[in-house]
């Protein structure tokens, strides 16, 4: 199970942290992964973290602003968010992939979380 936390309202260069809090099976095994979607729009693929050794990767849209990162023993991945703009709100899910690789390929990922919405006012 994987439950997001931490979304909100924040103006436009504002921060948010976001979580993912994971239970049923340890993130030592697992690639985590953030995803958005924002009415209207297809669903994007942000960041992932491979839960043994933090390999990460990212969207060309938010690289250089976020910063995924993970800690084992809470088995919760993090998702810093700085700079945010008016084009990142959307609703962002956490899912989780079992194995060792990065892909934010959506069709990769088994277990999803409910999502958590940010919303950037200009």
């Known amino acids: 199970q994987l439950e997001e936390s931490g979304g909100g309202l924040v103006e436009s260069g504002g921060s948010l942290r976001l979580s993912c809090k994971i239970s049923?099976?340890?993130?030592?095994?697992?690639?985590i992964a953030w995803f958005r979607q924002a009415p209207g729009k297809e669903r994007e693929g942000v960041s992932c973290?491979?839960?043994?050794?933090?390999?990460?990767e990212y969207a060309e849209s938010v690289e250089g602003r976020f910063t995924i990162s993970r800690d084992n023993r809470a088995n919760t991945v993090y998702l810093q968010m700085n700079n945010l703009k008016s084009d990142d709100t959307a609703t962002y899910y956490c899912a989780a992939l079992l194995g060792v690789i990065t892909t934010l390929e959506a069709d990769e990922y088994n277990d999803w979380g409910q999502g958590t919405q940010v919303t950037v006012s200009s």
């Open positions: 973290i491979v839960g043994n050794d933090g390999q990460t």
């Open positions: 049923g099976f340890s993130l030592d095994y697992h690639t």
